[in-house]
């Protein structure tokens, strides 16, 4: 089984409507991201969470929220989807004792008509 | 503004014909300079950490080395297995950030 899932893989969407794309994580690390991925551009990090406590803006946060159900889960959301928010999302995780390797899930990819 | 870009943005290379990436960077207060793979449908995966100038890792094919100013992976006698798409990736000493760079499209045709 896949360290970091991501559910679901593919949505197609309507403008305005609320979407919340899901994290889970088997290998037990405290800490957590959310990124976007749009073509030509590089990963962009939205939120990040280093406990359950802890959420934290990225770069680009504007129009998206997030939460952190346990130490394995971290949802993002988009409260009123909008088509510029189309793009391929992942979620990351990191290891308190090595931060600067982070292991990615496969991917969401969200198209926001 | 902190500043990552890579070259070329595609690479098409014939089996065994050895190359290197390019990533250069602007920033202030270099803490690390990271090396993913991202294949196609799936998320990036970690190949290197970089700290200081002069610093090289090697992992099979793969080498990445770092100046003050940009990083090269070099790739010696690919092989068409090591088509995917290669980010770049810095993080500072002031933030939490990781930067990542667009990325180079790597095709090695047999």
């Known amino acids: 089984d896949a360290d970091v899932t991501q559910t679901p893989r593919n949505r197609i969407t309507k403008t305005g409507k609320r979407i919340m794309l899901e994290c889970s994580q088997t290998?037990?690390?405290?800490?957590m991201y959310w990124y976007r991925q749009d073509p030509g551009l590089g990963l962009q990090l939205i939120y990040y969470?280093?406990?359950?406590?802890?959420?934290n803006k990225g770069e680009i946060s504007d129009g998206y929220s997030v939460s952190r159900q346990a130490q394995a889960k971290f949802s993002l959301s988009l409260e009123s989807a909008i088509p510029n928010q189309t793009a391929l999302y992942f979620c990351?995780?990191?290891?308190?004792?090595?931060?600067?390797?982070?292991?990615f899930g496969p991917g969401t990819r969200l198209t926001v008509l | 503004e902190d500043q990552v870009t890579q070259s070329p943005e595609a690479l098409r290379l014939q089996e065994g014909e050895s190359s290197s990436l390019n990533c250069s960077y602007t920033?202030?207060?270099?803490?690390?300079l990271f090396w993913y793979r991202q294949d196609p449908g799936k998320g990036p995966e970690f190949l290197f950490t970089?700290?200081?100038a002069g610093e090289e890792k090697e992992k099979e094919r793969l080498k990445a080395t770092l100046t003050k100013k940009e990083s090269f992976l070099h790739i010696t006698a690919p092989k068409p297995e090591d088509s995917a798409t290669y980010l770049c990736?810095?993080?500072?000493?002031?933030?939490?950030?990781?930067?990542f760079g667009a990325g180079t499209r790597l095709t090695v045709k047999p």
């Open positions: 990351a995780t990191s290891d308190y004792r090595d931060t600067d390797t982070q292991y």
């Open positions: 290998k037990g690390h405290d800490r």
């Open positions: 969470s280093f406990d359950v406590k802890d959420i």
């Open positions: 920033v202030s207060g270099l803490r690390g």
């Open positions: 970089l700290y200081s």
């Open positions: 990736a810095v993080r500072t000493h002031n933030n939490n950030d990781m930067r």
